[in-house]
C-alpha cells in the first residue's frame, strides 16, 4: 500500500519562509508531485520531482530524497494569497496519484 | 485550453436516491480519473480510464458507483443508491497519454464535485 504522511496546518508570516514536510512509504515509485489548492477550488500544480535533488521554480522549490521517503516544498517571501492547502502526492503504479491529507498554510500579517 | 469542468459543483441528495457526475476532460487527453475526498481524509484514486476503457477501477469503494465514458470524450460516475458515507468532494483529472516531463506532467484537476448525502 501507500503511505504518505504530511502535516495537517502551519502557520507562518508574511514575508517569510516556510518548508512543509512529506515522508512516503510507497511501492512502484514514479515521481512526487506538490498541488496547491485553495478552498473549493481545484488542486493546481506546483512541482515535481522524480530524481534526487533540488527543483526551484520563483518563490518555491522542492526537494526530493528517494532513499529517504522525504520531500519537502518550501516557499519564500510569503504572500498572505499563499494561504492555502498544500497536497504532496506521489505517482506509484499505472500512473495513478496517492495523496497526503494535505497541510493547511495560514499566512499571517 | 479549457480545462478539466465538472457538473455540477454541488449536489444535496437524500439517502437511497441516485446521482450522476459528470467531467469533462481537457480535449484530446486519453487518460481521465475519478478521485475522491471525504471530509478530514485524503484525497483517494477511485479509477482511471484510459480513452473508453477502464485501466484500473481499484479504488471504486463498491458496486454502488459505476463509471462510463462513452467514446472516450466525458466521463460520469453515477452513485446508486447514495449512502450518508457517500458525501464528500469528487474530483476529475485528465492527462495525455503517457505523463511527460513538463508543463503539470499532465495531471489538471477540476473543482470538484461537492456531494451531500442526507
Known amino acids: 500500500g501507500q503511505n504518505i504522511d504530511q502535516p495537517t496546518e502551519m502557520t507562518a508570516t508574511e514575508g517569510a519562509i516556510v518548508q512543509i514536510n512529506c515522508t512516503y512509504q510507497?511501492?512502484?515509485?514514479?515521481?512526487l508531485f506538490w498541488y496547491q489548492q485553495h478552498a473549493g477550488e481545484a488542486p493546481t500544480f506546483l512541482s515535481y520531482?522524480?530524481?534526487?535533488g533540488l527543483e526551484e521554480k520563483g518563490r518555491f522549490s522542492s526537494f526530493l530524497s528517494r532513499s529517504k521517503g522525504y520531500s519537502y516544498l518550501l516557499l519564500k517571501e510569503l504572500q498572505m494569497k499563499d494561504s492555502a492547502s498544500y497536497l504532496c502526492?506521489?505517482?506509484?503504479?499505472?500512473?495513478?496519484?496517492?495523496f497526503g491529507t494535505g497541510t493547511r498554510l495560514t499566512v499571517i500579517p | 485550453e479549457a480545462g478539466v469542468t465538472q457538473f455540477p459543483s454541488h449536489s444535496v441528495i437524500e439517502k437511497g436516491q441516485t446521482v450522476t457526475l459528470r467531467c469533462d476532460p481537457i480535449?484530446?487527453?486519453?487518460?481521465l480519473y475519478w478521485y475522491r475526498r471525504v471530509m478530514g481524509k485524503e484525497i483517494k484514486f477511485l479509477l482511471h480510464?484510459?480513452?473508453?476503457?477502464?485501466?484500473?477501477e481499484s479504488g471504486m469503494p463498491n458496486n454502488r458507483f459505476l463509471a462510463e465514458r462513452t467514446g472516450g470524450t466525458y466521463s460520469t460516475l453515477k452513485v446508486q443508491p447514495a449512502e450518508l458515507e457517500d458525501s464528500g468532494v469528487y474530483f476529475c483529472?485528465?492527462?495525455?497519454?503517457?505523463?511527460?516531463?513538463?508543463?503539470?506532467?499532465?495531471?489538471?484537476f477540476g473543482s470538484g464535485t461537492r456531494l451531500t448525502v442526507v
Open positions: 502526492a506521489v505517482r506509484a503504479g499505472a500512473n495513478n496519484l496517492f
Open positions: 480535449s484530446g487527453h486519453d487518460n
Open positions: 480510464f484510459v480513452k473508453e476503457s477502464k485501466q484500473d
Open positions: 520531482n522524480v530524481l534526487d
Open positions: 483529472a485528465s492527462s495525455q497519454v503517457g505523463p511527460r516531463y513538463g508543463g503539470s506532467y499532465g495531471y489538471t
Open positions: 510507497t511501492s512502484g515509485f514514479n515521481g
